[in-house]
């Protein structure tokens, strides 16, 4: 009995430390907290030390991200889904080839590290941290390589948080032209869902459709990758929960007198991408932010200011 109540004094202390991490990511499963607010605590957390040291935070992120968008799929109709990818189709193949080809000859007018600029460059040009995870086993990157590409894909991914609506708002952008611009400009799948659904219900719907169709490109760009980098093409990481999004759009399509429940997981999926960021967000350190030094960034930056404007043009004069 003693014994019990020593080891619950030791335990104290680092319940206490603790705390407010589990406290927050309760709190952003409640309306309380936007995604943007969400980010800015896990990076302050970060920043003071307060993140549970056991606690595999990327993992956690992968699932839950991967969970909540099979979740938004069913509050997508398939007839949207099907005509904002077919009438973007131009421009999601076209962001794709300007991307890498753009940051190919950067990364050699910068002398910057190969493979390392690849990344960043797949990770711009598709779906972020999910297109880094992808193609570095394909073209056998270091970790400190990857590491490297996704802390800079990471700190422009909290700035289009922030940045987007409100440059959305500034330009008068529609719902719909809103969704196509964040699917198209912003990295990872869930920083668009963050702030296309800080925008409208219709920008989330359009944005989350968009962007999961460009997410497809992953597999022919990580082949691609192997070949060119003479990787092992086995490696490949291909990611399921894409196919599983679109099987909840299909069964929200052909088994409507479900709507109710398909609503609620809707709504809940949306709360859950509020704790991925916020998890995101816990993952983001001032270390990190040091180890991308200047050449990435530079490389990140010139590629997302590209891509954002030439995007954005397109949407609102073509």
Not at 91 to 117: E, H, M, N, P, Q
Request: aromatic share 10%.
């Amino acid at each position: 009995m003693a014994a019990d109540k020593h080891t619950l004094q030791e335990k104290l202390p680092i319940i206490k430390k603790y705390l407010p991490f589990f406290l927050i990511a309760s709190l952003c499963l409640l309306p309380v907290i936007s995604s943007p607010i969400a980010l800015i605590l896990g990076f302050s957390l970060a920043s003071l030390g307060l993140i549970p040291a056991n606690l595999d935070i990327a993992s956690w992120t992968k699932r839950l991200l991967s969970y909540s968008i099979i979740g938004l799929g069913f509050g997508i109709h398939l007839q949207t889904a099907i005509s904002a990818t077919l009438d973007n189709l131009p421009l999601i193949l076209g962001s794709i080839v300007f991307t890498l080809t753009l940051g190919y000859l950067l990364t050699k007018a910068l002398r910057f590290d190969t493979k390392t600029g690849h990344l960043i460059s797949a990770g711009t040009a598709i779906c972020g941290g999910s297109a880094i995870a992808a193609v570095s086993p394909a073209i056998n990157a270091k970790s400190e390589q990857s590491a490297i590409a996704l802390a800079t894909v990471f700190i422009l991914n909290s700035v289009a948080l922030f940045l987007f609506p409100a440059l959305g708002h500034l330009f008068a952008m529609s719902q719909y032209d809103f969704g196509v611009w964040s699917a198209i400009a912003i990295h990872d799948t869930s920083s668009v869902v963050g702030a296309a659904s800080a925008y409208g219900e219709e920008a989330l719907t359009t944005a989350t459709t968009i962007k999961l169709a460009r997410a497809l490109w992953i597999i022919p760009i990580a082949l691609i990758s192997a070949l060119l980098f003479g990787g092992d093409k086995k490696k490949i990481t291909i990611p399921y929960f894409i196919g599983f999004y679109c099987l909840a759009i299909a069964i929200a399509h052909w088994f409507p007198q479900g709507q109710i429940a398909y609503q609620a997981i809707f709504e809940l999926s949306k709360r859950v991408l509020v704790l991925c960021l916020f998890l995101i967000g816990a993952g983001i350190t001032v270390g990190k932010m040091r180890a991308a030094g200047a050449k990435p960034l530079i490389l990140g930056v010139t590629l997302w200011l590209s891509i954002g404007t030439g995007s954005l043009l397109y949407i609102l004069y073509v």
